[in-house]
């Protein structure tokens, strides 16, 4: 009900922000600012999904940017420098985004160690490699063997010139409901949020629920950095894909995720990233100075999330004293 | 009267918490008060120390209207409350927990040697022989709740509230914490004993208050005080006391052999748990019992073997043990037992969730048809299957945790403490579930702290003491003195 409540809170704000930027500027609705600002939603919003997952268990992944950074370089590489197809190289981008994803779930499943701790090595290291591997030179795909075809998954459009991201992003937020909502695996993944030991007990192997989130992450990130490489088709190793954890991360609070873990929704993500990406959309078209952009995210997350809390803290109150 | 409570009134939603309760207290004398889980008592001590405030009703301290807004006006009135969960930082020393925010000083800076000198003077009072530099971490629940008492004497006590106190100790540090009651009586200071264990009642108690349903049940005066006459203005019914079966016990279903838990590696465990019994198994705080059974249920490293039904199984995880139909309800209900977060139904699906799937999808009817049955089954009392588990009492609670096991078809069923912080209701009806279980040939396991309950429900009776299995009572064995003789170490 409550989780209901706020994706509709969120939905109505994006209405609303649009509504007063439409009568301000009329280009707010136009086809190109549109399908511009849904590409990236789509492009930012898979990635999100993965983030969700991971905060869901109550860790979290600050290396998603750096790992964007270097998977979009070393496609780069694979495509460009190695003059190898398409289609292998992004399997080989996703399955090492996969590879990372285990990596850090198996750090802290087994080793135990913090989520935060983990991935900010990750941030560091990955971004280092990223500039490492390219020598630090601006990479992009140029017109080496099939970039055409491959490259319209970014920048492409199809029915009715809906962004492909955008398309994909449904059709991911689709199974991703299906998983977190409906099957077993979603229930193990709330269960080992709210209590790790309580889902042992029920047996269920929340080492390996947990593990598999960061796997997801890692593959959703992926596959966000290949859409994102195609899109500027410009990786600039040291800034490429910079704070876009942290985008991510703001998209699956505002959302509705809790960083204590255990809750949150595919909806209130995929709307959460949204909300943010309108924002910067019309910080751009308000002709709001560009150096705020940033100030007005953080004003607007904040806003939600002090919302959220008041509103959740009366209703705790009330839940703790009938028991 | 030191303190007098007139119509007290609380209601939350939905729910009468309190309804027009009185209750008055002298110096210098024990009131306990008694009643049955959501009888209000726990309700009554929070608006008593602050924690919330009354919708109606007034309260007089000393002749004086009191006004209580919040925990620091109780404590300025000099009444002081130990709740049944510590509340004391693991990570500070003794003397830095009795004086939390209000250390003494030397200039800017804390004044150690005073501090230490000071809690060193409580300590001796309360009884507790310890450095005032141990940490908290080290010391047991009994000493942390000396610690506690220790924290209230530093200031000015004029009403001591103590919640459940005695839950989770061993019956000598009870008694010691029992003497401690009575000399602080002594001194002039009025107490408020809430309990469900009625020994202690008539062991302490001045005058006896009970609650029922959020309302004034009786009281009575020193000399009316008896187990029957307590119980009766509890429940408002008289409880059958559970009969103990003939002896019973068919094959060995579990066996123990060699088995060395990782808390005490060098205490060698042989044990067998047989078809249809309730092998009770006693000692006292720190024996070693539920690390013994967290070994065997997988949480927990081990050597040794495990034979389930005769054959020799390793159990790494508790899906191992599971898998092989050894269940667990841990002592922990709200940690270990429960997600507390997540409903009734979604507790009690949670092991079996991949039974109630299509294509990996849960089919939501079959669940919650299966969490109806269990409900029913286990005669659990709750609203709805919707309704989140941390609402319902803990005897409501503590059946679901064995209605989740049982839809399984266990072949063994440990339960640790199984009616912990229970009422005396919903106990014996616990108690009647577990002999059913049993009677269906599943072999139960019960750790229990209860001398009564070890005595009434189980059919041989374990004891362990500092990691090591001192003996095992046949039913006909079976008594306190023996038990006692045993988990103190046996000779």
Redesign the interface.
């Known amino acids: 009900m409550k989780q209901r409540g706020k994706e509709l809170g969120i939905f109505v704000i994006i209405l609303i922000l649009l509504t007063f930027s439409f009568i301000r500027n009329r280009t707010v609705l136009s086809p190109e600012n549109l399908i511009n600002t849904s590409r990236l939603i789509g492009i930012y919003g898979i990635m999100s999904l993965g983030m969700s997952f991971v905060i869901i268990t109550g860790g979290i992944d600050l290396s998603v940017g750096s790992v964007i950074a270097l998977l979009g370089v070393l496609l780069s590489i694979f495509m460009v420098d190695k003059h190898m197809g398409p289609g292998l190289s992004m399997l080989i981008v996703v399955a090492m985004g996969g590879l990372l994803g285990l990596a850090n779930g198996l750090l802290v499943t087994r080793l135990k160690m913090q989520p935060f701790v983990v991935t900010l090595c990750g941030l560091l290291l990955y971004r280092g490699l990223a500039r490492f591997v390219s020598n630090d030179e601006t990479k992009g795909f140029g017109d080496s063997n099939g970039i055409s075809g491959v490259k319209a998954l970014a920048t492409g459009n199809s029915f009715f010139s809906i962004p492909n991201p955008l398309i994909l992003l449904v059709v991911m937020s689709v199974i991703f409901f299906?998983v977190l909502h409906?099957?077993?695996?979603g229930?193990?993944l709330?269960?080992s949020g709210?209590?790790e030991?309580?889902?042992?007990?029920?047996?269920?192997?929340s080492r390996k629920v947990i593990t598999l989130a960061y796997v997801v992450c890692g593959v959703m990130t992926a596959i966000s950095a290949i859409l994102f490489a195609f899109y500027t088709n410009s990786i600039s190793p040291s800034t490429h894909g910079n704070f876009f954890e942290l985008y991510a991360i703001a998209a699956a609070v505002l959302g509705g995720c809790s960083l204590r873990g255990?809750e949150g929704s595919v909806i209130g993500v995929v709307l959460g990233i949204t909300l943010l990406l309108v924002i910067r959309n019309l910080v751009t078209l308000l002709q709001i100075p560009s150096s705020l952009e940033y100030a007005v995210m953080g004003v607007v997350i904040f806003i939600g999330v002090l919302a959220d809390t008041v509103f959740r803290k009366k209703g705790t109150t009330?839940?703790k004293?009938?028991? | 009267m030191l303190l007098q409570l007139s119509g007290i009134t609380k209601h939350f939603p939905g729910v009468i918490a309190l309804e027009n309760v009185d209750l008055d207290l002298a110096a210098g004398e024990v009131v306990a008060i008694i009643g049955e889980n959501g009888a209000g008592k726990s309700t009554l001590m929070k608006i008593l120390s602050g924690v919330h405030r009354a919708d109606a009703g007034s309260m007089a301290f000393e002749g004086k209207t009191l006004q209580v807004k919040s925990p620091s006006d109780a404590l300025d009135h000099g009444i002081r409350i130990i709740y049944q969960e510590l509340s004391g930082l693991d990570n500070l020393d003794i003397a830095s927990n009795i004086f939390l925010g209000r250390e003494y000083r030397k200039g800017p800076f804390v004044d150690q040697k005073k501090l230490n000198d000071e809690s060193k003077k409580i300590l001796e009072r309360v009884g507790l022989n310890v450095s005032p530099e141990t940490q908290l971490v080290r010391l047991s629940i009994a000493e942390k709740q000396l610690v506690e008492i220790a924290r209230a004497l530093s200031l000015e006590v004029k009403v001591l509230i103590l919640d459940e106190p005695t839950s989770s100790l061993t019956i000598e540090e009870t008694n010691n914490l029992l003497r401690l009651v009575q000399e602080l009586r002594s001194h002039g200071v009025a107490i408020l004993y809430i309990t469900h264990r009625l020994d202690e009642v008539q062991q302490i108690a001045d005058r006896v208050v009970g609650l029922r349903d959020g309302r004034n049940a009786g009281k009575l005066s020193r000399s009316e005080i008896s187990k029957d006459a307590m119980v009766k203005m509890m429940i408002g019914r008289d409880i059958k006391r559970e009969e103990r079966s003939d002896a019973v016990g068919g094959e060995v279903v579990l066996e123990l052999s060699d088995f060395r838990s990782a808390r005490y590696p060098d205490e060698v465990v042989n044990l067998e748990v047989r078809q249809g019994e309730i092998l009770g198994m006693a000692g006292l705080v720190g024996a070693g019992r539920s690390e013994l059974v967290r070994a065997v249920y997988g949480i927990d490293a081990y050597r040794g073997q495990i034979k389930v039904g005769g054959k020799a199984i390793r159990i790494k995880s508790p899906q191992d043990a599971i898998f092989a139909g050894v269940f667990l309800a841990p002592e922990d209900r709200r940690g270990c037992g429960l997600t507390v977060e997540m409903s009734v139904k979604e507790n009690t699906s949670l092991p079996k969730l991949k039974a109630l799937t299509n294509f990996g999808l849960i089919n939501f009817k079959r669940e919650e048809a299966y969490a109806k049955e269990s409900v029913a089954e286990m005669n659990v009392k709750t609203a709805n299957l919707n309704t989140k588990i941390s609402t319902l009492s803990g005897g409501n609670q503590q059946k679901v945790v064995l209605g989740r096991w049982l839809a399984m078809k266990p072949k063994v069923l440990i339960v640790d403490e199984p009616t912990r912080g229970i009422d005396v209701g919903s106990k014996a009806e616990i108690y009647a579930q577990l002999r059913e279980i049993a009677s269906t040939g599943t072999a139960i396991w019960m750790i229990s702290s209860d001398m009564e309950e070890v005595i009434n429900v189980s059919d041989r009776v374990a004891v362990m003491h500092e990691g090591k299995l001192t003996g095992i009572l046949e039913r006909k064995q079976v008594s306190e003195e023996a038990i006692m003789k045993l988990a103190t170490g046996g000779h």
Request: hydrophobic content about 25%; cysteine-free.
């Open positions: 299906l409906k099957s077993t695996y229930r193990y709330f269960a709210y209590n030991e309580s889902a042992r007990y029920a047996g269920i192997n255990g009330v839940r004293s009938t028991t």
